[in-house]
């Protein structure tokens, strides 16, 4: 097989069709593009997981004078009560299971209220008294605060215990959801791919078909027929996945890391090394859709 009779061949075919191979380009790059952002996103997901559900914790809150009397018929939870729930905390029962805990006054819980609320007309409406008094529990093991919630819940003085993580499962399952759309539309968008890639080597396959006839003439194999054309779309293909790789690694590194990472301090975000094991995987992945696109449409069109 000469070599440079196959380059030549794909050098003609991308000029006959450019505007047929910025497509391919432009919707491999499209396509690719959100698959490499869908991944990261899953990959965000994990770390926020891991991060957060390794810091969440556990609140007993206790009776105020303002709580529902059908939760806290005795009012507001007294000093023997406080002590009772301390000493629960202490038990051997519980210890193996809890890292650390700290107890949240009145004014303390105030403080972080006014904090949380500063310039907002509400805090001019609530006295440190209506807060909660709180217990805040670190588990060794997050996963199994319901073991901490179901030991409080229903005790004398415990107006309400809430795990964090449900909260952050709200939010996660936001995500999720948006990782799945985000998926979703990159499917559609490399069958989107995959047809144009198709259709371009058919009508590439069509235009040198005069071409092609010679070649079956002289006792050319089918293979040697049908390279140049899978060439073609694996070209314009992976000039797509690597526009689509430096898409996402830019995204990784201007966006995430460049922006989100210094407003955001408080959390974990995906590196530019994250990104670097996403990229190769497009590129690959843009190889191989369209080696199998090209080789598929070429296929069929040399059996008619």
């Not at 007309?121 to 093991?141: H, I, M």
């Not at 078909?209 to 049908?226: D, K, P, T």
């Not at 790789?245 to 922006?259: K, R």
Request: proline share 3%; hydrophobic share 45%.
């Amino acid at each position: 097989m000469r070599f440079s009779f196959v380059m030549g061949e794909i050098g003609h075919g991308l000029r006959r069709n450019v505007s047929m191979v910025i497509s391919v380009i432009l919707v491999t790059f499209i396509s690719l593009t959100f698959v490499g952002t869908a991944s990261l996103l899953q990959l965000q997901i994990g770390q926020m997981k891991n991060y957060w559900y390794d810091r969440a914790q556990v609140a007993i809150y206790l009776c105020t004078e303002v709580s529902p009397g059908d939760v806290c018929p005795q009012g507001e939870a007294s000093t023997d009560l406080q002590t009772e729930i301390e000493d629960k905390l202490k038990s051997p029962l519980l210890q193996p299971y809890i890292k650390q805990y700290f107890f949240e006054n009145h004014q303390q819980a105030y403080a972080k209220f006014e904090e949380q609320f500063a310039g907002n007309s509400v805090a001019k409406y609530v006295s440190p008294s209506q807060l909660n008094e709180t217990f805040w529990v670190s588990l060794k093991d997050p996963s199994k605060s319901q073991i901490i919630t179901e030991s409080f819940n229903g005790v004398a003085g415990v107006e309400e215990v809430r795990d964090q993580r449900t909260y952050l499962d709200q939010i996660f399952n936001i995500l999720n959801a948006a990782s799945i759309a985000a998926v979703g539309i990159a499917s559609l968008m490399l069958v989107s791919a995959a047809l144009l890639i198709s259709t371009t080597i058919r009508l590439s396959a069509f235009s040198r078909r005069r071409e092609i006839g010679i070649m079956r003439l002289v006792g050319a194999s089918n293979f040697y027929i049908q390279l140049p054309f899978i060439l073609e779309g694996v070209v314009a293909a992976t000039i797509g996945s690597v526009l689509a790789a430096g898409a996402v690694l830019s995204v990784v590194q201007f966006f995430v890391q460049g922006y989100l990472a210094t407003k955001l301090p408080f959390t974990s975000f995906v590196t530019l090394s994250d990104g670097l094991l996403v990229a190769p995987a497009l590129i690959g992945a843009g190889i191989l859709l369209a080696a199998v696109s090209s080789g598929f449409a070429i296929r069929r069109y040399l059996r008619i």
